[in-house]
């Protein structure tokens, strides 16, 4: 099974940015789907980004025109660009893919983003 390692979370103010990397153990170019959830505290964890394997991207609207989800295929990476912060914007982010469709969801060990002054 692929595992995924996130990393870039941590604490920001509001308005400042983050970018969240999303490393994968091998070839991610044939993946169905890549994308973050995040979960906040006492709160079911919502979609935040999502991207096909043939480019297709959606974004919660919560966050569009602030964040741009992008994969590198080379590295094997996807990331998440957050701008404009929010403090409700404050949860654990993470990455995930399905491999195949109809296949079960990977998930992403979690990386934190706080967003407070």
């Known amino acids: 099974q692929v595992q995924l390692v996130e990393s870039g979370g941590g604490l920001v103010q509001p308005g400042g940015s983050l970018r969240l990397s999303c490393a994968a153990s091998?070839?991610?170019?044939?993946?169905?789907?890549m994308g973050w959830h995040r979960q906040a505290p006492g709160e079911q964890r919502e979609l935040v980004a999502a991207v096909t394997s043939g480019g297709t991207i959606n974004y919660v609207d919560s966050v569009k025109g602030r964040f741009t989800i992008s994969r590198d295929n080379a590295k094997n990476t996807v990331y998440l660009q957050m701008n404009s912060l929010k403090p409700e914007d404050t949860a654990v982010y993470y990455c995930?893919?399905?491999?195949?469709?109809?296949?079960?969801?990977?998930w992403g060990q979690g990386t934190q983003v706080t967003v407070s002054s």
């Open positions: 091998r070839s991610i170019s044939n993946f169905y789907v």
């Open positions: 995930y893919t399905v491999p195949v469709r109809g296949f079960k969801t990977i």
